[in-house]
């Protein structure tokens, strides 16, 4: 919309010659500049006072570098609206090509960096410093995943290193033998060979029971069978824990690993307590918690394994936990964070176990071939068989708990 022209002012004399500029009256009410001048520019409310000279006022507001006088606005070349508004757009380029050229304006368009405080500098070089440690090539070489590609032709699927476990028998052993003492009942329930699944309570803060198993019938067994146990996906993600349990034996728990293994004829180790076994306070020990829906059993009916209750004892002693917190330490990636009488006063020692007397007894097999492996699929069957089993183990441990005279003795 085509903006309107100011009117021209110029009064015109009696014999028809136009007066000078200087010789026409002074507006005094603005009367004749209102009906003419005002109403014309829109929305007919006054842009300028009606008691000050308009063309004066048009002029000095402008201060662009063309300089248009008043006699230009007479003679209607430009509005008073195109010259205020080309003004303005010429100071908004004025503006835009001082940013664009990294030239500030003002003081307020000066670009402020926060101040770094002593502690996030602190924190920023301990995680690069770790990051630097993670991403390095003796870590991965040492305790990553990468460092059992360079024996890949021993490594089976499952992460087992014969090589380590060698280098590891030694101190296995003495912990097997002397630092827990450990005691073994029953082991002739467990088949010479095929496959079986031993299915037993989780004992202490620290999931090390299924390596005690798997000892256990190394060394006891006469046919020194070998075992594999089920772990929490948590324990792989322990430092150093995690990837040193792998190599000895220890293969993550879900359906698929245990079905492939028993295929294979092993002896699988299961724990149905899973981390609530484990994580169990002081005062609660050897009561057993709920063995989940069964899943051990589907996968015995499955494979048709015989299943061999076990009760581990000494556990809940070597690791006390008199409180823990569940919440806060998921924050830090771990499952929880165990309250013991060392930990976490000493530090990492504080998770060494304390030398008790440990108790590994094997009951009689529950066999389950007389159900086919679409049994599996049988809810009342499934629930069952786990109540059984739960009391077999509830019964081993009464009795053995019953036979120890003392925690260390």
């Known amino acids: 919309m085509t903006s309107p022209r100011i009117p021209q002012p110029i009064q015109s004399e009696p014999d028809g010659s136009s007066a000078p500029p200087s010789s026409r009256p002074p507006a005094s009410s603005g009367e004749d500049l209102d009906a003419e001048g005002f109403d014309a520019l829109g929305i007919g409310t006054r842009v300028l006072p009606p008691d000050e000279d308009p063309f004066y006022d048009a002029t000095a507001a402008y201060s662009g570098e063309d300089n248009f006088s008043a006699a230009e606005l007479l003679e209607g070349e430009r509005s008073l609206e195109e010259v205020s508004v080309e003004a303005r757009i010429k100071e908004i380029e004025a503006r835009l090509d001082g940013l664009l050229n990294s030239s500030p304006i003002n003081d307020l368009d000066e670009p402020h960096e926060a101040p770094v405080t002593p502690l996030e500098t602190a924190r920023h070089d301990a995680v690069d410093a770790t990051r630097e440690l993670l991403e390095s090539d003796y870590y991965r070489r040492t305790w990553g995943r990468g460092s059992l590609r360079e024996q890949e032709n021993e490594v089976d699927a499952f992460g087992l290193d014969p090589t380590y476990e060698k280098n590891l028998r030694p101190a296995l052993d003495f912990l097997f033998k002397r630092y827990f003492r450990t005691r073994v009942e029953g082991v002739e329930n467990v088949p010479a060979r095929g496959r079986a699944m031993v299915v037993a309570n989780h004992s202490g803060a620290l999931p090390i029971d299924g390596l005690m198993i798997r000892q256990a019938l190394r060394l006891t067994h006469p046919a020194a069978r070998d075992a594999r146990w089920l772990a ?72 048709q394994s015989p299943i061999i209750p076990c009760a581990v004892i000494g556990g809940e002693e070597a690791n006390p936990i008199l409180r823990r917190f569940d919440n806060l330490p998921k924050v830090l990636g771990v499952e929880y964070l165990p309250i013991t009488p060392t930990f976490p006063w000493l530090g990492p020692l504080g998770l060494l176990p304390l030398p008790t007397r440990w108790s590994i007894v094997f009951g009689e097999p529950i066999s389950v071939a007389d159900y086919g492996p679409a049994a599996a699929s049988d809810h009342v069957l499934v629930g069952r068989i786990s109540e059984r089993v739960r009391a077999s183990i509830a019964a081993l441990l009464d009795g053995g708990l019953k036979r120890r005279k003392t925690v260390f003795l």
């Open 232 to 303: 929490e996906d948590f324990s792989f993600y322990l430092p150093f824990i995690g990837v040193a349990m792998n190599r000895v034996g220890a293969v993550r728990a879900c359906p698929e690993n245990g079905e492939r293994l028993l295929a294979k004829g092993h002896v699988v180790s299961v724990f149905p307590e899973g981390t609530e076994g484990i994580k169990k306070l002081y005062k609660d020990r050897y009561q057993l918690q709920r063995f989940g829906r069964g899943g051990f059993v589907r996968l015995a009916l499955r494979t």
